[in-house]
């Protein structure tokens, strides 16, 4: 059982408690490079927790920007932060200097370590960002990096004292629009997520290896590849790259047995299963966004794995709507995590019956606390996080997702959901990847548009935009299929797998 004091650095348990208990040399994380156990990574996030303590003058509440891939080192500087009791603000790898600039000013961050393969961008934003003190850079041979002044530091660390409701870090949304925007999460939310879905849905065992594509700085890859397998003893592979023939790559070398990856990942592995062994895998994740019944099938089949589905949020830290292999229902997120509850609204905030569609909100032990308070009330309603997802409540109970609340297509007098389009659109053997929007049309309105990838051997023609059009009819109301339909050889997504459908609008 994780402890859950008020007074101790709770969050820093998930790596002390293994040492303490004599468990030390487990295997905890692996990188290419260079593998630890339980007791490496302590004590390198004990040295690191000196040079910021001691050198740096990292005080408690002080605000860390950590920049990295997924390594081990940018592990050990997480816990690092964590145990010298101040806030640890991750930020995503591909971030530009102006984008980590605002996180920077907003975030009031005032130190920062870097991997040194990251330390263009960095370099340009603290030229602009006066708060940024001090920087160190990790991964690097200098005389002055984080490696080279840690070996100087003792292996042991006191940690910092912090309360439960301290904040452990700040997490900035992914933003499929507008500028990033961080929420705080306490020591408590970190020990919340590792006792909320993993127990009841993911059901993880010390032996297990987990790997996956996330990022470190979202917290889907946080939690996934690194809070969760440490809360159970297991082991984590961090991939600095792991586009899905990597990660196929990689599942294989590592015999790994749980992976956390977006639909689109899963997607584009299954065609190419016959390259890499994965009769290790035990267990598979989607999250980020919706996944389709389509895709679900197709891992199921080339696999004989159940996909475990599940819808998070940075402003939630993790996943609360979701289920476990029995609980698996074709086209549904699933059912609150337990400890979460959700509703379904409407406009007024009233709780809608099964079966039709409104907002989406939950409430749990973990909730969101904006930095900026303009966003804080217009989604944060007597304790109840409204997502800004369209949602309906099934009749046994099941959340079965529709759309983003701002990307419903309206057209002809109708309501469609992108998704359940792409969803329809998945399901044709020629179709590899797909995004479905509204565009301006002077009659209906809207008009939905398909973009659509083709899976290689296929041939985008006139012939084809009528056959996918039929196929869309045929399996869906007719008055959802794509009146526009233009075949393109990529989709733009975000670093975290999301469709980004503003930009397929304005492409269009
Ligand atoms: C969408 C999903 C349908 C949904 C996240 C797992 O994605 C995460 O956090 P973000 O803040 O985005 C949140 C939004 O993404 N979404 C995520 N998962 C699903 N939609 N089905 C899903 N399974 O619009 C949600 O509001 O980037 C996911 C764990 C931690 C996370 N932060």
């Not at 040399?25 to 001691?54: F, M, S």
């Not at 290896?209 to 939690?223: E, K």
């Not at 975000?494 to 609008?505: C, N, P, S, V």
Request: with cysteine; hydrophobic share 45%.
């Amino acid at each position: 059982e994780l402890q859950f004091s008020a007074q101790l650095n709770c969050a820093t348990e998930l790596l002390d408690r293994w040492v303490e208990q004599g468990q030390g040399d487990r295997p905890c994380v692996r990188g290419a490079k260079l593998q630890w156990t339980y007791a490496q990574l302590q004590a390198e996030a004990n040295r690191i927790a000196h040079v910021l303590v001691d050198e740096m003058g990292v005080v408690p509440g002080n605000r860390v920007l950590l920049r990295g891939s997924n390594t081990p080192q940018m592990a050990a500087c997480w816990f690092a932060v964590i145990k010298a009791g101040a806030i640890a603000v991750a930020t995503m790898p591909l971030l530009r200097a102006k984008e980590l600039g605002q996180v920077i000013s907003k975030a009031e961050v005032s130190h920062a370590l870097c991997d040194a393969n990251l330390a263009e961008e960095m370099q340009l934003a603290q030229a602009q960002c006066a708060g940024l003190k001090q920087m160190l850079f990790f991964r690097s041979e200098a005389a002055d990096g984080l490696e080279a002044r840690a070996a100087a530091k003792p292996v042991q660390f006191t940690n910092v004292n912090t309360a439960s409701d301290d904040v452990a870090l700040i997490a900035f949304t992914s933003g499929t629009t507008g500028a990033p925007k961080g929420t705080m999460h306490f020591h408590r939310d970190v020990m919340a997520i590792c006792r909320c879905w993993p127990v009841h849905c993911l059901k993880p065992v010390a032996e297990d290896i987990f790997i996956g594509s996330p990022p470190l700085a979202f917290t889907f890859g946080l939690g996934g590849l690194l809070l969760f397998p440490m809360s159970v003893g297991a082991s984590t592979v961090l991939l600095e790259k792991a586009s899905p023939d990597a990660l196929l790559a990689a599942i294989a070398q590592y015999k790994a047995t749980v992976c956390f990856t977006a639909p689109t990942s899963y997607r584009a592995m299954a065609p190419q299963l016959g390259k890499a062994d994965l009769t290790s895998l035990r267990k598979c994740v989607s999250a980020g966004e919706a996944l389709p019944a389509a895709t679900r099938k197709l891992w199921k089949d080339a696999t004989g794995i159940e996909l475990i589905d599940g819808i998070g949020a940075t402003e939630l830290l993790h996943i609360f709507i979701s289920h476990d292999e029995a609980g698996a229902r074709h086209g549904a997120t699933g059912k609150p995590v337990p400890g979460y509850r959700a509703c379904v609204l409407d406009e007024e905030g009233q709780v809608l019956p099964a079966g039709q569609v409104g907002r989406l909100a939950v409430k749990g032990p973990t909730g969101c606390r904006y930095l900026a308070d303009e966003r804080q009330r217009g989604y944060v309603l007597n304790g109840w996080n409204l997502t800004g997802d369209a949602y309906l409540q099934d009749e046994d109970g099941y959340f079965v997702y529709q759309a983003r609340t701002d990307d419903m297509i309206i057209s002809g007098g109708y309501n469609i959901a992108g998704p359940e389009v792409e969803s329809a659109l998945l399901a044709h053997p020629t179709v590899a990847e797909c995004g479905v929007v509204g565009v301006p049309d002077e009659e209906r309105g809207q008009i939905v548009k398909a973009f659509v990838v083709l899976r290689e051997g296929f041939v985008g023609d006139a012939e084809l935009v009528k056959t996918l059009q039929d196929f869309v009819k045929a399996s869906i109301a007719p008055y959802k299929y794509p009146r526009a339909l233009e075949f393109r050889a990529t989709l733009p997504r975000t670093e975290t797998g999301k469709l980004q459908r503003f930009r397929l609008k304005q492409s269009s």
